[in-house]
């Protein structure tokens, strides 16, 4: 095979079986482009032979597996040990639980080469063929309309000299190493291009309620993230609130606390309750799921905001 | 060997069982109103029928259960015999995933099963294309019928 235009770097933890969609995903790639893939996983034995080792690219060797022990990787080191292992000179980065269009790499390299130098966002969305998962009363998934200062590693390019020239991810962050990542490519000068037509479908993962509060207990080391570049504030509800949700649930909380004062301090309520009967949508059906749903969405979101406070003091910063 | 022919969507494969007295089927019939309200949730087809199959499945004394979709293998949850599942279409990427719970079902029947059976080839390969599961092509009554054997 001739020399690749362009790496695939996916770091996987916990989701063989969607791992191997994405590498359906990428033999369905068109545009006639030379990629390769490097998959850096913790899978073991009978799962990495079920799922992996027998894929049509992984036997072409299109995708090259980097297995580390199970349970000792982290997004930063899976991620820094794959573009390492990159032959090609730009280097894009999604993640296991994403689907690339079939378009997604032509559009990448497409802008990559109208702007040289630049990191290239892509578009991320709910995967349209999950949509009725979002039914659910606690679901994960992504949307990201390009250029987004954050720019996430579910669709992303890199030229690989100016994450060699950073020195790749920082591999002490838990979470936000890919914003971290992009903010100091742009602190060095690099542009951002974004090219919406590179597109990427996000899984859209249904939890249970402790799923889901476990699943968010790992962005307590966000404000990590907010300690070093302090400018992400600017995105935030008065500096502090990672979403408007969460100030009007600290408004809510301490109207609630007030209340003993005065019975009038229960009003500070209304816009956290007015915002969370609204998210299903307007008419009688939807607002009728939406009260179903607002213990649990209650529970969650006091639980993240539980989070994100502890995660303040641990950061000795606060960010909600 | 009394055989539960698990079938809530009532196949003509699982009939043909049935009718060869190979098996019988169970799927009894489940609230519609229950159904309905799942179906409204986007929870997966034919789910109401669950309990009762689960129920029937043990007071039936069965030896060896086959399942003819992932959602009838749910019945098989916490029974001791054998399970052999069907999977009848070949799945594709559109609706794997589709629906709230089709595909925890999925991953979790195909890994209880003993033995996964497929009507023909093509089916065999997109199953192992999504899931990378082998299954056997299993087709017809005498087919069957040795397979129970086999599985005793």
């Given at each position: ?74 997004p ?23 689907r ?22 892509g ?9 009725d ?24 390019l ?36 974004a ?32 300690r ?24 809510a ?12 301090f ?21 607002r ?29 910063t606060?960010?909600? | ?8 969507a009532r ?77 009848a279409?070949?799945?594709?990427r ?30 065999a ?23 129970y054997?086999?599985?005793?």
């Open positions: 095979m001739s020399a690749p235009e362009v790496s695939v770097v996916i770091a996987s933890h916990g989701r063989a079986l969607r791992l191997r969609w994405l590498l359906n995903a990428l033999e369905e790639q068109t545009g006639g482009v030379r990629f390769e893939a490097v998959v850096v996983h913790d899978y073991g034995e009978p799962e990495r032979s079920r799922l992996l080792d027998g894929h049509p690219l992984v036997r072409s060797g299109t995708v090259r597996l980097i297995a580390i022990e199970p349970g000792s990787g982290s930063a080191r899976q991620r820094n040990l794959g573009w390492r292992a990159a032959a090609a000179p730009l280097v894009a980065f999604t993640d296991d639980d994403c690339p269009d079939p378009g997604w790499l032509a559009a990448l390299i497409a802008t990559a080469r109208a702007r040289p130098g630049a990191v290239v966002q578009a991320t969305r709910p995967d349209p063929f999950e949509h998962v979002l039914a659910a009363p606690h679901v994960r998934t992504m949307t990201i309309e390009p250029p987004t200062s954050r720019a996430q590693t579910c669709n992303i890199y030229p690989r000299a100016l994450i060699e020239a950073l020195g790749g991810f920082d591999e002490g962050a838990v979470v936000g190493e890919d914003v971290d990542l992009a903010l100091r490519a742009r602190a060095a000068g690099a542009a951002l291009a090219a919406p037509e590179a597109l990427v479908l996000h899984a859209i993962e249904a939890f249970s309620l402790p799923g889901i509060v476990r699943q968010n207990w790992k962005w307590r080391h966000l404000p990590w993230l907010f070093r570049h302090p400018e992400l504030r600017r995105e935030c509800t008065l500096g502090v609130f990672l979403e408007p949700r969460r100030a009007w649930l600290a408004l909380m301490g109207g609630a606390a007030a209340m003993r004062a005065h019975p009038g229960a009003l500070l309520s209304l816009p956290y309750l007015a915002g969370a009967l609204a998210h299903r949508g307007p008419g009688p059906r939807a009728a799921v939406a009260v179903a749903e607002l213990p649990g969405q209650l529970a969650v979101d006091a639980a993240e905001l539980a989070t994100y406070a502890a995660g303040s003091v641990r950061h000795r606060l960010v909600l | 060997m009394r055989v539960a022919l698990l079938d809530a196949s003509p494969a699982a009939g043909e069982l049935a009718r060869a007295g190979l098996g019988e089927l169970v799927a009894p019939a489940a609230p519609r109103v229950l159904d309905v309200a799942l179906r409204a949730r986007k929870l997966g087809d034919h789910l109401a029928a669950v309990p009762p199959a689960w129920l029937a499945l043990r007071r039936g004394g069965f030896v060896l259960a086959h399942a003819f979709s992932a959602e009838d293998a749910l019945a098989t949850r916490g029974w001791h015999g054998p399970l052999v599942l069907t999977v279409a070949a799945p594709r559109e609706q794997i995933a589709a629906r709230r719970g089709r595909l925890r079902t999925m991953q979790w029947a195909l890994g209880a099963a003993d033995a996964v059976l497929v009507p023909e080839q093509a089916v390969a997109a199953l192992e294309h999504w899931f990378g599961v082998e299954a056997r092509v299993v087709a017809g009554v005498e087919a069957h019928a040795a397979l054997r086999d599985s005793r």
